[in-house]
Structures are given as C-alpha cells and as structure tokens.
Nanobody, 115 residues
C-alpha cells in the first residue's frame, strides 16, 4: 500500500503562482511514477503532469510552459509548481502514484483561481 498526502492548495488571483506538495509513505520502493491529476466541478479527472523514476516528465498541453513537476526521492515527495494560473485551472488536484498495475490517490487539494 501507498499513502499520499497533498498540501499547498488555496485561493490565488489570475496570473499568480502556487506550489503543491505530495508526500508518499508505505510501499514506496516499488512506485514507478508519480504525478498530478485534477478534476474541475462537473468534469472528469484529467492528467496534469507525471514524472517517472528516471525523471522523464509528461504534461497536459493546457499546462505546458506554466507548470513544472519535480520529484525529491530523498523525501519521497513530488511537487507541482504552478505559474501564470488561469481561472480554468480551478479544480481539486490529486496526487497519484503508480505501483505495478495499481493507482494510488491522495485526498485532493483545492486550487481556486479567481479575482
């Protein structure tokens, strides 16, 4: 089992920045990749960014150039730096870890972009 705890969400004005953090615990040595997904009200959950154990990253087109995912293996943590935030980035953001064929999810943290 893998446990994930997110932090760092909140209310920010358009054009602002936020940094999300996710701490992993449990059976972390067999995690193959980690990432962030988001779900806006009334919409399906969608991929935001992922990072593999080797450091390869993947981003949704809508966040390329604005968001940066990073990983700190010593702390079993993954981060999402979000810059130039837009109202359409408003959503609950979920941390994800993949271990074999299983997906693990955090409880989610709300990011609200509004003036």
């Amino acid at each position: 089992q893998v446990q994930l705890v997110e932090s760092g969400g909140g209310l920010v004005q358009p054009g602002g920045s936020l940094r999300l953090s996710c701490a992993a615990s449990g059976s972390i040595f067999t995690i193959t990749s980690m990432g962030w997904y988001r779900q806006a009200l009334g919409k399906q959950r969608e991929l935001v960014a992922t990072i593999t154990n080797g450091g390869s990253t993947n981003y949704a087109d809508s966040v390329k150039g604005r968001f940066t995912i990073s990983r700190e293996n010593a702390k079993n943590a993954v981060y999402l730096q979000m810059n130039s935030l837009k109202p359409e980035d408003t959503a609950v953001y979920y941390c994800n870890a993949k271990r074999f064929a299983t997906n693990y999810w955090g409880q989610g943290t709300l990011v609200s972009v509004s003036s």
